[in-house]
């Protein structure tokens, strides 16, 4: 199993629709989960922390389920503004961070 | 606040030639460290500090040096350019190492011919 696995997409979605992502780690004391967005040619920006109880901010909701190993994006009444890659973050111990090669995501008019 | 930065955006190099790619941060962050970005991978960590004066290597260290000497500053040194060392470069500076938000700076593109 890999580290950190996320489905690449892309997610082609219509304007206004919800889109959910998932993300899977492989090492169960992990310790700190992010989903962060980075647009083409930019850097990383940090969209959301995923607590264990869950989060949400306005339209974006991360929610961590250690059972199963698995962390989920869940975006709510996409814009056009949303399109970008999304990219998720585990933190495996201090000194060990793990990227996922990143969902890209499209909005369509 | 500049946040991070880095120096220069852009950069060619000939196989066995050396550079130092520069990265700065103004926020007082204790943590920093270097990522390379390639197509179809995640970011990978290459080397890592937690203060200054301390640095330890990440998941791709070969072929890169890096010191802090400042808690401002944290160069990555490419000691003999390969071509599989083409690749876009991030610095990143956190508070609480990976606990926390890492700030990224706008990245180098490298490519080494």
């Known amino acids: 199993r890999k580290e950190v696995e996320q489905d690449p997409g892309p997610f082609n979605v219509p304007e206004g629709a919800t889109v959910a992502f998932n993300c899977t780690y492989s090492?169960?004391?992990?310790?700190?989960f992010f989903w962060y967005r980075q647009d083409c040619r930019k850097e990383p920006k940090l969209l959301m922390s995923v607590y264990s109880s869950g989060n949400e901010d306005g339209r974006f909701t991360a929610q961590l389920n250690r059972a199963s190993q698995y962390i989920s994006l869940l975006i709510r009444d996409s814009k056009l503004s949303d399109s970008a890659t999304y990219l998720c973050v585990v933190n495996m111990r201090d000194d060990k961070i793990i990227f996922g090669k990143g969902t890209r995501l499209h909005i369509l008019p | 606040n500049a946040g991070v930065t880095q120096t220069p955006k852009f950069q060619v190099l000939k196989t066995g030639q050396s550079m130092t790619l520069q990265c700065a941060q103004d926020m007082n962050h204790e943590y920093m460290s270097w990522y390379r970005q390639d197509p179809g991978m995640g970011l990978r960590l290459i080397h890592y500090?937690?203060?200054?004066?301390?640095?330890d290597q990440g998941e791709v260290p070969n072929g890169y040096n890096v010191s802090r000497s400042t808690t401002e500053d944290f160069p990555l040194r490419l000691l003999s350019a390969a071509p599989s060392q083409t690749s876009v470069y991030f610095c990143?500076?956190?508070?609480?190492?990976?606990?926390?938000?890492?700030?990224f700076g706008p990245g180098t593109r490298l490519t080494v011919l």
């Open positions: 500090s937690v203060g200054a004066g301390i640095t």
């Open positions: 990143a500076s956190s508070t609480g190492q990976f606990h926390n938000e890492q700030f």
């Open positions: 090492n169960s004391a992990s310790q700190s």
